[in-house]
């Protein structure tokens, strides 16, 4: 068994799954281990004299971390100590103090009539990885009359059931309920209802290790209503009783 530690701080959660991992073929086993930032592998054959590389994926941490050394081991079956720890060359695993972005973000709107539901499809992608349990919040919502919720209908596959919505600030509070890809779309839906009349506005985006973008689009703009250009009726008879 070998085993890789040091890497402490990473936001990825304690798995077995070696798929989730992205790990190197050449082993039948891999556990991780969030608290003790430490990867356990067990080998499915026999390791030669022959260079052996090992690449598996894991998530920076949300913040700043201590430097992290990683080190590797090796034990038998039986949990003989084969190879001493040794440290590895380099400090690895740092998280960047750089602010990520999002790559991006859109939002697109179903009716411009005024009072009518309007169903809002925002689509979002990062410029990294951001962790399930990640705040994304939406601003600038304003002049909708839908009344705050703490639990306002979505729908998607990546940030649950339901957000915060206030209705003054016109802000939405999304919590991801899986991991936000910097190589995919993230998309949600939610309704909400036009107001009677107002300039369309144009929300901004943000998120925990992200900075603020605007959305390319404005909505929430209810244009007015048709009307008859030409409106008029006649008659054919005047004379009482007549048709």
């Not at 009716?111 to 919040?137: F, R």
Request: charge should be negative; include cysteine; proline fraction near 5%.
């Amino acid at each position: 068994k070998i085993t890789l530690s040091g890497f402490l701080s990473s936001a990825t959660k304690s798995t077995h799954d070696s798929t989730s991992l992205s790990l190197s073929s050449g082993f039948s086993v891999a556990a991780w281990d969030r608290v003790a930032g430490s990867l356990s592998l067990t080998l499915s054959a026999a390791l030669t004299a022959s260079s052996t590389t090992i690449s598996f994926r894991l998530l920076n941490p949300t913040s700043a971390a201590s430097t992290n050394t990683p080190q590797i081991s090796a034990v038998s079956s039986l949990d003989v100590v084969l190879i001493e720890p040794v440290t590895l060359p380099s400090n690895l695993f740092k998280a960047s103090t750089a602010t990520g972005t999002w790559t991006t973000a859109t939002i697109a709107e179903s009716s411009t009539v005024p009072e009518a539901a309007n169903t809002l499809t925002i689509t979002l992608k990062p410029s990294v990885a951001l962790p399930a349990g990640t705040t994304v919040t939406v601003t600038g919502l304003t002049g909708s009359s839908t009344s705050d919720s703490p639990c306002l209908a979505l729908t998607g596959s990546f940030f649950g059931s339901s957000g915060v919505w206030t209705k003054n600030t016109g802000t939405l509070v999304l919590t991801a309920s899986a991991q936000l890809l910097e190589t995919a779309d993230s998309v949600l839906s939610l309704s909400l209802t036009n107001p009677t009349s107002q300039t369309a506005v144009t929300p901004s985006v943000s998120a925990t290790g992200t900075g603020t973008v605007p959305f390319g689009q404005a909505v929430l703009g209810p244009t007015a209503l048709s009307t008859f250009t030409t409106a008029a009726v006649g008659e054919s008879v005047s004379v009482p009783g007549g048709v």
